[in-house]
């Protein structure tokens, strides 16, 4: 099957997917703040691997190339489990919240965290279009090099930057501040992979050890 249809239906099931997380536990269709929610979440993935496709297909099966079977370091393999199960808790929190009215989130605020989802996805987008290599997975490839320019002049693994923009953006997405809560158990999985990548990249990739002297934040700006 061709790389873009591949990636359309994968979109598909995966909105299929955000859609039963978020309105059977809100249970209700009656959920303005989780039909805005999915269908920025649908434009901001769909849209960008349809250009992947044409542009760059490789990059977009490296990004496909994803979840717990496809890593090849076994912690890897449960970090990524934690971080599908910290998301998908945290969108279940909030559509729970929205059920039982235990926050009053103004719509001005879930609008701010709309415009977070957007970006955070967006940054990820931005940093596959500035590294070729990047992919769902810890791993080096042959002739895989440091890409040090763009957003990776600026901080080592900008794509989890843009993941915990996103992740601080969801609950207030879906209107609520109680999702809020699994933000920090969410950051240290990300800490975590970081960690386990960075040993993974110092071994194998040629002159990354050099980089991380150069650039020496990881995650977020003047912090770690």
Do not use: C
């Not at 926050?103 to 500035?130: E, H, N, R």
């Not at 002159?207 to 991380?212: S, V």
Request: glycine fraction near 10%; charge should be positive.
């Amino acid at each position: 099957m061709n790389i873009g249809l591949k990636a359309l239906a994968s979109g598909l099931v995966g909105l299929a997917l955000f859609g039963l997380v978020v309105f059977y536990p809100a249970g209700t269709l009656n959920y303005w703040q989780g039909w805005v929610f999915v269908a920025i979440f649908t434009v901001a993935t769909i849209a960008p691997s349809a250009y992947l496709a044409r542009t760059n297909p490789a990059a977009l099966q490296r990004r496909m190339h994803a979840g717990p079977k496809a890593e090849t370091r076994t912690v890897q393999r449960f970090i990524i489990v934690g971080a599908f199960a910290a998301l998908f808790a945290m969108m279940v929190l909030s559509a729970l919240d929205h059920r039982f009215g235990w926050s009053s989130v103004p719509a001005a605020v879930t609008a701010l965290g709309d415009v977070m989802v957007a970006v955070g996805l967006s940054i990820g987008m931005l940093t596959i279009l500035q590294n070729n290599y990047a992919a769902a997975t810890v791993t080096v490839e042959a002739g895989q090099h440091v890409v040090s320019t763009g957003l990776y002049g600026h901080l080592r693994h900008p794509m989890y930057f843009g993941n915990m923009i996103l992740m601080l953006g969801i609950p207030l997405a879906l209107g609520s501040y109680w999702g809020l809560v699994l933000f920090v158990p969410s950051l240290l999985v990300l800490v975590f992979r970081i960690r386990d990548e960075e040993r993974a990249l110092v071994e194998g990739l040629n002159g990354y050890r050099d980089y991380t002297q150069r650039v020496r934040y990881r995650l977020v700006p003047h912090v770690w």
